[in-house]
């Protein structure tokens, strides 16, 4: 089982509150990934991380915004949450991939997030 | 944002029969390709990859075909166990774009019946 954890699991909030959703890894992966998932839908990659210091906005578009101030920490927050936030959010590292390869990204829990 | 009323598309097998799923993908680029088994309410979790330079790949209870031509992939299932009860995810990445991105297919709901 892949070392990268999430909190909280789960999370109930009102319109227009800060919240942080938290990931950790302890696999020393240099990068690390968000994703959103709506229920029985696909991922959609929202943020990734190379390294320390290091954010890039994914394909969809989110208002969310992250930070990678330590290898093993990619926390995601949103400034005012709304209903329309309301989703998984799944974050998951690798280590930085050789030439012509890839390396498996390894999956945290996820945030089960309702925005009331 | 939530979606409602969207239905995965589903497999429902019997307890020991062979499962076949399968996935069509849209970069000509990608070269890797990987299936992910997602179970409620975890996170997904690496099942078995293959290299575009490749036909075949085999695991264990696992094999993934790849047929470029088509860009269709299948990830077959031997012998399948109540286990396997979850949703099924293929992904592709581009390695040569160096962003190591994966892009993420519609899953599969698998229902092992006993």
């Known amino acids: 089982e892949a070392d990268i954890y999430q909190t909280p699991r789960y999370l109930v909030i009102g319109t227009g509150k800060k919240i942080t959703l938290e990931c950790s890894q302890t696999?020393?992966?240099?990068?690390m990934y968000w994703y959103q998932q709506d229920p029985g839908m696909e991922l959609h990659l929202i943020h990734y991380?190379?390294?320390?210091?290091?954010?890039e906005k994914g394909d969809l578009s989110s208002e969310s915004t992250v930070s990678r101030i330590r290898t093993e920490h990619f926390p995601l927050t949103l400034e005012s949450a709304r209903p329309s936030h309301t989703s998984q959010y799944l974050c998951a590292s690798s280590e930085r991939p050789g030439l012509s390869s890839y390396n498996e990204q390894f999956f945290g829990p996820g945030t089960r997030l309702t925005v009331l | 944002g939530e979606s409602v009323g969207l239905h995965l598309p589903t497999l429902s097998v019997q307890e020991g029969d062979n499962s076949i799923i399968n996935c069509a993908y849209s970069?000509?680029?990608?070269?890797?390709f990987i299936w992910y088994k997602q179970e409620s309410g975890k996170g997904p979790q690496f099942i078995i990859d293959?290299?575009?330079?490749?036909d075949k790949r085999q695991g264990q209870r696992v094999t993934v075909l790849l047929n470029k031509t088509v860009k269709h992939l299948s990830l077959q299932i031997a012998a399948t166990q109540p286990g396997d009860s979850a949703v099924y995810f293929c992904?592709?990445?581009?390695?040569?774009?160096?962003?190591?991105?994966?892009?993420f297919g519609k899953g599969t709901k698998l229902s092992v019946i006993p």
């Open positions: 696999m020393g992966h240099d990068k």
């Open positions: 992904a592709e990445t581009d390695s040569g774009a160096g962003s190591y991105q994966l892009t």
């Open positions: 991380s190379y390294g320390v210091n290091s954010t």
């Open positions: 970069n000509s680029a990608s070269d890797y």
């Open positions: 293959i290299r575009s330079n490749m």
